[in-house]
Structures are given as structure tokens and as C-alpha cells.
């Protein structure tokens, strides 16, 4: 028969901080009650749970329960040992063992466990965390975690199987991990890490599926570890099936008020091209927008897809129908300590009391994270004071937007600089940038200040303010300038691909003597003129196909702008500049061909231009030659027939026209390295009304230069480089060739 206990007394022993109340409590044990030994034995484990005892004893004497217990000590203070790639302070903050509290073994090793995956994070899988404890007076210890870092566990190897359209090398390109390279101690990419790993799954699904392959699936991601443990084998297997095409493009209207041909003739998706989701979801929105402009409130788009295995195509049916008559109740932000709430409401393109569209608030949640601002943005949609009602909840986490570099700055053209730069693209917590840069190099010293306001007047209207010096010493001629520029600008766009910006320049330059009291005719009187200032108004206009998305492997780029001077200041003039380039990838995407063609005109009605306002044409818009090296000249000869001055003069009118290719050099991908070869074709001429007194002036008409070469383009942890080795085809006697040049590479 199970023994029962009475206790007409509880002592308790050993508390020190614990109050004896609240062990009774924990304990649950009435006195005078019958309780049996189970129940005894469940208060000892409910006294114990409470996580404040490191032992507890029962012991019944009699009449009289004594419950004697241990209490765990308190914290003095954590430390973190061993640890040189994460700092204590990135550490502490993950830790729930905090100074002051209760220690709990559990806890600790939970903490361990957390500085652990840490490091795995880091690609460091075998670090170790062990928790240590210091003994102190007054029942205090000092918490201590040992680490152990451990070696950054590389990936060696990333296979993928089953790819038949795209090769190793183009999929490893797209992939976010990469195999360990030359550059492994400045790369974390290529570091082992899991959530990685699953990141990049989503991101080939997403490659596969924008290019047509509907039926694409990843049927295994595996890791195996060399037998060294200190690198992985990553495997991918793939099965890609066939490109589908889009079919027939229809539009269906459910709506009596609603003629569905309207809708059909505003669709950019056309049969034949590959199909791709994106081109479903711009479809969608831009027939929603349209109901929108009409007036439609509630229609909804949906895209009924048949598929067509025989010719692998897929019909797309946009079906209008009216949706549910949800509102917009109101859009609550929370999170944004620096951030005013309008700069995130601008994301949005509905207010309170307008009609709920889902797509509308997951296409505002993106253009929140594009922002930059914060580390995380969460926008949900949840019902409001009833059914028809719904409130927008955006919950965001601020990041840093400023910062203060100092760096230092190459260039075959301009040689080594220094530059400091005070950024911040959050101003004030306003979503205005602010941007002050200082930079000297040996022959060119600029100061610029730039502010731009992304929402003027809370309206899709950017304004920007540009104001600059230059000190220039110029490298080929024998004079210097000086120049102060003022423009602001505003821009807004004017079409889904296209942009409008209006602006007002003025602008002083001065040529000044370079040194040398050698100079044409021309030259001397341009310097002869001092500080010249211009007041002009402009307009640019820009269509970049890009921007709809349509094509992940082509785009086109059309700029035309121009410039009309004699609003003040001293010259009239008018200034036309035009740019087109498109690029395209071929073979299923392993070589970029680019073409670009770009000119411009220059024409003065008062006054006349000079060196310094005229088209200066070098390695920037031509390669294989010095900046400003070709184009008129004027060179001035002494008595016995030696050059003493060769001036560049530049010229009123330029036209150049560039073509190239860039393709894998199957080096391995992690290198960052590809080849390219260029041919660039152009001509720079035309002086005005200008005339020499003392020197001779040569290549005042249009001559064409030709060059070809050889690049290479290598991504690098400051930035991605191009080297270009380059060889004049055809050139003047007096222009200045450069056969070799180092740039940052850009793309249009």
C-alpha cells in the first residue's frame, strides 16, 4: 500500500535571494493535507523546473516537509574567448545568459550552441562553443564561452546534372555560392553555407522558368565532404524540359461595361516570344492600371493558361472580372524610428478609402525593400472593422544609409588620387540622398556636392541638384582650367520605358597659362577671353527598354538631349547629343554582343566655342587613344622647324560608333574572369568661326579613326576592371595612340 505523508510545518533551507513564499509555490503543498509520495515527488520536480535551484532535496521529518536547495548563482559579468572573426559585440546580443540574471546551465549551452551556428553562417562548421563558469564570492560567477573558430569549410566543387540548353559555367554564374578561387581569402561566397544553398535553388528555378522552361525542377541539391572535412562537393541535378513559346494572347471580359479589345490592344506580350511569368505579372498590372485610369474599380485579372505540347506553346487568356468590393481601411508603419512615414507611403500607389488590389501591395512591399533602408520589410494585408475593410500592415527594420569612405582612385588617363566621399541616401530620414565627394589625382582636383529629391512635391517628379568645381591641369594641351558649375534638374517619367528631364546650367570656365608661352593662335586668344559663364536651359529624353523586363537577354538604350545657352551669360549656343546602344546574349548566353552609336553638334550664334566647350573625344567614347587624343589640332613650329606646341583643340561635331564582344575564357568561374574583343569606328571635327595666327591647324574635317582590340574583364572585390589592349587601324599622323588602358567596367 502506497504511503501517504501529513505536514502540519514546510521549512525551507538554503534560500538566499529566493523568497521561501515562492518556493512554497512551486512546491504546491498544503499543510494538513494527505499527500501521497507521487505527489511529493512531482513537487520536487516542479521546484527543480524552475530552472533558480542547481539541487533541491525533500525530506519529510515527521510532521514537518524540509525542502533544501541550492540556488544557481548569479551572473557577473559573460565574456567571449577565442573569438577574432566575430567581435563580442556582434556575440552579446545573441546571447539570452545576461548580466545580473540567474545562470542556467541550460541557457548557457543554448548560447553555445547559438555563437555556433554563428560561425556556421560564416562557412566555419567546425567551430566549437563551450561555456565555462568562474566561481566568485556571494554566489556569483563569470560566465565564460570558449570558442574554437575552426577552418572556413570551402566549397571545392559545384556540379550541376540534367542541364542540357545552359552550360556549367552559365548556371554557375547565376548561382549566389561559389567555388573557392584565387581570391578565397576576400570572398565569403564561397564558403559553405546551408541557408545559401536553398536560397540559390529558388534562384535557378527562377532562371529556368523567366526563359520558358515551365517544366523545370530540381530534383536533388547534394553535399558531400571531401575526405578531409575541410571542403564540400556540391551537387545540383536538374531536369530542365522543353522552352515553351507564347501562343495565342486573347482577352476576355466578364463585365458588361468593359470591351475587352481595348484591353487586348494595350498588351506588349505577343505569340512567339518565349513565355516567361514575369511577362504574365507586367501584363496583369498594366491591364489593371488601365481599368484603373477608366475608372473600373474592382476588376480583377486573371490569366487562364492552356497548354500546347505539340508545337510547345502556351495560350494566355486574360480574363477581366469583376473581384470582391474590398477598401483600403488605413496602412499602419511601425518600425521606422529615422524614416518619416510618407517615404514609405509613396510606395504605394492606393491611400485609404481606395479599392484593395493584392498585386498592388506585393508590387509596394518590393519597391519598400528597393529602397535600401531597411534590413527588412514585412507588408500584410489583415481584415479591418469588417469584412470589407483590410488594413495594410508594413513593419520595417532600419539599417545604415550613410557612410564615409576614403579611398584611393587609378587611371592610366589620370594616374593615382584620393578620394573622400560623405554619403547618405536616407537624409534626415526624408528618402533624399546626399552625396559630398572630394577627389585629387595628379592633374585633376574636383569638389561636387549632389542632392536629389526622389519624390518632389510627394509626386513621381525627381529633383537634382548638382553643384561642382574642377581644377584641371590638362595633359594635352599646354593650358589648365578652371570651371564652377550650378544645375538643377528634374525628371519624371513620361511612358512605362521612358523619362523626360528638364534642367538649367550656368557654368563659368577658365582656360588659364599652363606655363608655357607657347601657343597658337587660337589657344591664345581662347585664353586671352578669362572666365567665360554660360546660361542655358536643357532637356534629355531616355527609353530604356530594360525597364519593363521583358527580355533578360537583350535591351536597348536611346538618349537625345540638348542644350540652348543665351538666357545670360556670355555665349548663345546650342548643344544636341544622342546615344543609342542595344546589347543582346547569344549562344545560349554565353557571349554579349554590344553596339553603341553616339554623336553630337555643337552650334554658337554668339560668340565662338573654345577648347574647353568643344567635344573632346579620347578613350572614353573611342578607344586606343589618350584622352583628347585626336581631332583638330593646332601646332605651332619654332624657327628650326621643331614642334614647341601641340594643342588639342577638339571640334564642334563627333560621331563614333563601338562594337563588341565579350565571351568565357573557360577559366574557372569562381575567377571572375572573361575575354572580349572591340572595333570602335569615329571622328571628331569642326572648329566654327575661329582662326590662327601663329600656328597651323590640322584635322579640321571629318576623318574617320579605326581600332580594334582585345579586352579582359575581371570581377574583382573592389569593383569589376576591364583591360583593353587596343591597335589603331587608321589614324593621323598627330594623334596621340594608347595602346594600353585600365577602366572600371560598365555596362550600358
Known amino acids: 500500500m502506497a504511503q501517504d505523508y501529513r505536514f502540519n510545518r514546510v521549512t525551507i533551507e538554503g534560500n538566499q535571494r529566493i523568497e521561501a513564499g515562492t518556493i512554497l509555490t512551486y512546491a504546491g503543498i498544503e499543510r494538513g493535507k494527505n ?43 559573460i565574456n567571449i574567448e577565442g573569438n577574432r572573426r566575430l567581435k563580442d559585440e556582434d556575440v552579446l546580443p545573441l546571447l539570452q545568459s545576461k548580466s545580473r540574471l540567474v545562470f542556467n546551465p541550460k541557457v548557457a549551452e543554448r548560447d553555445a550552441a547559438t555563437i555556433a551556428e554563428a560561425y556556421n553562417q560564416q562557412g566555419r562548421l567546425s567551430a566549437t562553443v563551450s561555456p565555462k563558469i568562474i566561481r566568485r564570492s556571494d554566489n556569483r560567477v563569470d560566465l565564460v564561452f ?28 547565376v548561382l549566389q555560392t ?29 532562371f529556368y522558368l523567366s526563359r520558358g522552361y515551365v517544366d523545370f525542377r530540381i530534383t536533388g541539391v547534394n553535399a558531400e565532404l571531401t575526405r578531409e572535412r575541410d571542403g564540400y562537393f556540391i551537387t545540383f541535378n536538374i531536369e530542365e524540359g ?28 505577343r505569340s512567339g516570344m518565349v513565355y516567361s511569368p514575369t511577362i504574365v505579372e507586367n501584363s496583369i498590372s498594366r491591364l489593371e492600371r488601365l481599368a484603373n485610369k477608366k475608372g473600373l474599380n474592382f476588376v480583377r485579372v486573371e490569366p487562364r493558361i492552356t497548354r500546347n505540347d505539340r508545337d510547345l506553346s502556351l495560350d494566355v487568356e486574360f480574363v477581366l472580372s469583376r473581384g470582391p468590393r474590398v477598401f483600403v481601411e488605413r496602412i499602419d508603419i511601425e518600425g521606422n524610428t529615422t524614416t518619416m512615414d510618407r517615404v514609405i507611403r509613396r510606395q504605394f500607389k492606393i491611400v485609404e478609402g481606395d479599392p484593395f488590389n ?88 574636383v569638389y561636387a556636392l549632389n542632392f536629389a529629391e526622389p519624390a518632389l512635391l510627394g509626386r513621381d517628379l525627381r529633383f537634382d541638384l548638382d553643384i561642382g568645381y ?41 582656360m588659364i597659362d599652363g606655363g608655357s608661352s607657347a601657343f597658337g593662335g587660337i589657344v591664345s586668344n581662347e585664353i586671352a577671353q578669362a572666365d567665360v559663364w554660360s546660361s542655358s536651359l536643357g532637356y534629355s529624353y531616355s527609353f530604356d527598354s530594360r525597364r519593363s523586363g521583358l527580355n533578360p537577354n537583350s535591351g536597348v538604350l536611346f538618349q537625345f538631349g540638348q542644350e540652348f545657352a543665351g538666357l545670360g551669360g556670355d555665349v548663345t549656343f546650342t548643344k544636341s547629343t544622342a546615344k543609342a546602344v542595344a546589347q543582346t546574349r547569344v549562344l545560349n548566353e554565353e557571349i554579349t554582343l554590344r553596339a553603341s552609336i553616339e554623336g553630337g553638334l555643337l552650334d554658337y550664334n554668339t560668340g565662338s566655342s573654345r577648347s574647353v566647350d568643344r567635344f573632346q573625344i579620347g578613350s572614353g567614347l573611342i578607344r586606343g587613344f589618350d584622352p583628347d587624343g585626336i581631332g583638330p589640332r593646332e601646332i605651332v613650329y619654332d624657327s628650326s622647324g621643331n614642334v614647341v606646341s601641340n594643342d588639342s583643340l577638339g571640334g564642334d ?4 560608333a563601338r562594337f563588341e564582344a565579350e565571351f568565357p575564357l573557360g577559366l574557372p568561374e569562381e575567377y571572375g574572369i572573361h575575354g572580349g574583343v572591340f572595333y570602335d569606328v569615329g571622328s571628331v571635327w569642326g572648329l566654327g568661326n575661329t582662326s590662327s595666327a601663329t600656328g597651323t591647324v590640322l584635322y579640321e574635317d571629318f576623318s574617320l579613326r ?5 579586352s579582359l574583364f575581371w570581377k574583382t572585390p573592389v569593383g569589376p576592371l576591364r583591360f583593353n589592349w587596343s591597335k589603331a587601324l587608321q589614324k593621323e599622323a598627330e594623334d596621340i595612340e594608347q595602346t594600353f588602358n585600365l577602366t572600371i567596367s560598365t555596362e550600358f
Do not use: C, W
Not at 522543353?242 to 506580350?269: C, I, N, Y
Not at 554619403?423 to 526624408?430: A, T
Not at 564652377?484 to 513620361?494: G, M
Open 470 to 510: 574642377r581644377e584641371t591641369q590638362t595633359a594635352y594641351a599646354n593650358f589648365d582650367s578652371t570651371s564652377v558649375r550650378f544645375k538643377p534638374e528634374v525628371s519624371f517619367p513620361v511612358s512605362d520605358n521612358g523619362r523626360l528631364s528638364l534642367f538649367y546650367t550656368a557654368e563659368g570656365i577658365e
Open 242 to 269: 522543353q522552352q515553351f513559346r507564347v501562343g495565342e494572347v486573347t482577352a476576355t471580359s466578364e463585365l458588361a461595361d468593359v470591351d475587352s479589345d481595348e484591353f487586348l490592344k494595350a498588351l506588349k506580350m
Open 653 to 656: 561635331m563627333f560621331a563614333v
Open 178 to 206: 561559389k567555388q573557392a578561387g584565387i581570391l578565397r581569402a576576400l570572398i565569403r561566397s564561397d564558403t559553405f553555407v546551408e541557408d545559401r544553398i536553398a536560397f540559390d535553388k529558388q534562384v535557378l528555378r527562377d
Open 358 to 445: 493584392p498585386r498592388e501591395i506585393r508590387e509596394s512591399a518590393e519597391r519598400i525593400r528597393a529602397l535600401g533602408f531597411f534590413s527588412n520589410a514585412d507588408v500584410k494585408a489583415r481584415e479591418g472593422s469588417s469584412p470589407d475593410q483590410v488594413i495594410v500592415g508594413v513593419n520595417v527594420e532600419e539599417q545604415p544609409t550613410g557612410s564615409l569612405s576614403f579611398g584611393g582612385t587609378y587611371s592610366t588617363n589620370t594616374g593615382f588620387g584620393l578620394v573622400v566621399t560623405l554619403k547618405e541616401d536616407n537624409f534626415l530620414g526624408r528618402g533624399q540622398k546626399l552625396n559630398l565627394s572630394l577627389s585629387g589625382a595628379s592633374d585633376n582636383q
Open 35 to 77: 499527500i501521497s509520495a507521487g505527489e511529493l515527488n512531482a513537487s520536487y520536480q516542479r521546484i527543480l523546473a524552475s530552472g533558480l535551484f542547481e539541487t533541491v532535496e525533500i525530506t519529510p521529518r515527521g510532521g514537518t516537509l524540509v525542502i533544501a536547495v541550492k540556488e544557481y548563482p548569479t551572473i557577473n559579468k
Open 146 to 173: 570558449e570558442v574554437f573558430e575552426g577552418g572556413i569549410t570551402e566549397i571545392e566543387r559545384i556540379s550541376i546534372i540534367g542541364n542540357e540548353a545552359y552550360s556549367d559555367g552559365r548556371l554557375r554564374r
Open 706 to 710: 579605326h581600332v580594334i582590340g582585345l
